[in-house]
């Protein structure tokens, strides 16, 4: 699922979409492992093509290897709604002498279309080799900030933004709390914005093979009805407690500013303008020049004396359950907004 503040779409590739609140799915193009319906034969083209360019890359980037060919294609819908941009994508699991496996998908995404192809649909396919790698749903957080982090520069540096804006204001999860909970919490924007920057820092830690060390974290923590991180954090990243994992993080953010890379401006050109003969295609969309990258901004904030995490336990955890002793007092959770699409189940 994706879940983002409404926002203008920043190009088109139809007329049409910037004439119409909502373009409806209506052609159909088939991939091998998708099906999708779009507004027009072109932008189905587009959109199939893409989605199997991201389910390769993606796969590459986190499991070192292309994933096989699904059994059944997973349906895609687009629609291009230039006032609002996100997500779904929906799963169902079967178990086969003692092995889950994913049973079925469905992926929608709904914006502009360059935000589209750019951000939402590799967040979405990110969802999928995720899924097909463990067989099961994924804890929130590792689904969700694993996603954000196979997007675009600018959406990355935003949630590492807001995450840094969220600790400062005592608003954060207490990692013992993020990593067990089963559910989006109400509070959604929090679980997206820390999600990424905790899975950002493990990566990093993780080294050349940061991705797939992140992954066998996840393995790890997920046993025990998702209630064995503690393990994870000693097994995995050699720390003793997931405290101590906590309190690495937050010093790495001390040290470090988020950073963004210059937007460029395309050349103007025959391709620089999109019609629905004339449609761009996504290499043409990454085709302008190198950004540079700068620091962020004055008055982005920084991390600052003290940082209160808050987190609390999911709802379903037993009663009784131990908090641990560097756990600070919690207050509720702040509500932030209902997310636009409804949670991916």
């Known amino acids: 699922m994706t879940l983002r503040p409404s926002v203008g779409s920043l190009t088109t590739l139809l007329a049409l979409a910037t004439l119409a609140p909502t373009v409806v799915a209506q052609e159909r193009y088939t991939t091998d492992n998708f099906v999708v319906t779009a507004p027009t034969k072109a932008l189905a083209k587009t959109f199939g093509e893409s989605a199997e360019r991201y389910r390769k890359e993606k796969a590459i980037d986190w499991l070192g290897a292309e994933m096989k060919p699904w059994p059944a294609r997973c349906p895609l819908s687009v629609v291009v709604e230039p006032n609002r941009t996100g997500g779904e994508t929906t799963f169902s699991f079967v178990s086969a002498n003692g092995v889950s496996s994913v049973g079925s998908q469905k992926m929608k995404i709904f914006g502009g279309v360059e935000q589209l192809l750019n951000s939402v649909l590799p967040h979405e396919v990110t969802h999928t080799v995720f899924a097909q790698h463990f067989g099961q749903a994924v804890p929130r957080w590792a689904d969700e900030g694993g996603s954000v982090y196979s997007e675009n520069d600018e959406e990355r540096y935003q949630h590492d933004v807001r995450c840094r804006e969220l600790l400062n204001s005592g608003k954060g999860f207490r990692l013992g709390a993020l990593f067990s909970m089963n559910k989006y919490p109400p509070d959604m924007h929090t679980l997206y914005a820390e999600g990424y920057s905790v899975v950002s820092f493990l990566v990093a830690k993780g080294g050349p093979a940061g991705r797939r060390r992140f992954l066998e974290f996840v393995r ?40 963004r890379a210059a937007k460029v401006k395309p050349a103007a050109g025959p391709d620089t303008v999109a019609t629905a003969a004339n449609p761009r295609t996504p290499a043409q969309f990454a085709s302008s020049a190198r950004p540079q990258t700068r620091s962020s901004p004055a008055g982005v904030p920084l991390l600052d004396e003290p940082i209160v995490p808050r987190g609390v336990a999911p709802a379903n955890e037993p009663q009784g359950r131990p908090t641990p002793p560097a756990a600070p007092p919690l207050p509720a959770p702040i509500r932030l907004g209902a997310p636009e699409a409804p949670p991916r189940r």
């Open 220 to 259: 790890v923590g997920m046993r025990n009805d998702n209630r064995n991180w503690e393990q994870a954090a000693r097994q995995v990243y050699e720390y003793e407690t997931v405290d101590d994992l906590q309190t690495d993080w937050i010093a790495s953010l001390k040290s470090s500013r988020p950073e």
